[in-house]
């Protein structure tokens, strides 16, 4: 079966630092992995993706992700932090086919990105 | 595109009521998705569309809870004599056919908070 780990519940970091969000998933086949955004009170918003190809993938808002099968891993990181960037963040995997046909996301328990001034 | 609508935002309701909750799929997504989210966690897979049909129940979807989605167009959950332990975001996604994996980028509403007394 499927499962992530966010290995940090809560990371504090100052405002312009650089920041590292981890991130590793088990996994039988082949995967589909994804980041997620959430802000109080809202849904999710995608991060960013990797389906295939580059194993280093960016998204919006300035987060990047690298994808590391050999140490089933995907961290995200982002070189500058605002204060806009304090949400919290889920990791998701999904079995990767090439058929179309639909997979429902496995997610983890989530990291809480504070940015302090 | 006006995104994944979800109605209402927020309910509340004394246990044992039933309640039911409405979301609205990016229109030609023929796939939708039905997600819980207790607090601290990530969201949990609840059930799966294609089109009308549905096609997949989570083990965490119990007796009381239904979901429909006539049509293929917008979908309801459905809790029947709530308990407090039904308190949590209840979250809706949907995702294109598409091949080559873009058919499992779900997108997401901002889901309906719903709190039992």
């Known amino acids: 079966a499927q499962s992530v780990t966010q290995l940090d519940s809560q990371v504090p970091v100052f405002e312009e630092a650089p920041v590292e969000l981890r991130c590793n998933y088990s996994s039988s086949v082949s995967v589909y992995l994804f980041w997620y955004v959430q802000y109080p009170n809202q849904g999710l918003q995608l991060l960013l993706k990797?389906?295939?190809?580059?194993?280093l993938v960016k998204g919006i808002n300035g987060f990047e992700a690298e994808f590391n099968k050999s140490q089933t891993s995907f961290h995200l990181r982002k070189p500058s932090v605002h204060i806009s960037d304090t949400a919290e963040y889920f990791c998701a995997v999904t079995e990767g086919r090439f058929s179309g046909g639909y997979n429902k996301l496995i997610f983890g328990a989530g990291t809480r990105l504070a940015v302090h001034p | 595109d006006t995104g994944v609508s979800q109605d209402p935002r927020h309910k509340i309701t004394k246990r044992g009521q039933n309640v039911t909750f409405r979301c609205d799929p990016i229109?030609?997504?023929?796939?939708l998705y039905w997600y819980r989210q207790t607090l601290g966690q990530g969201p949990e897979f609840l059930t799966y569309f294609q089109n009308e049909a549905q096609l997949e129940k989570s083990r965490l979807l119990s007796d009381r809870f239904s979901a429909e989605r006539p049509k293929g167009s917008f979908s309801t959950l459905e809790i029947q004599r709530t308990e407090q332990g039904d308190s949590a975001m209840y979250l809706c996604?949907?995702?294109?056919?598409?091949?080559?994996?873009?058919?499992?980028?779900?997108?997401f509403g901002a889901g309906t908070r719903l709190s039992v007394l």
């Open positions: 229109s030609e997504h023929n796939r």
């Open positions: 996604a949907s995702s294109p056919t598409a091949g080559q994996g873009l058919g499992n980028i779900q997108y």
């Open positions: 990797y389906l295939s190809g580059s194993t």
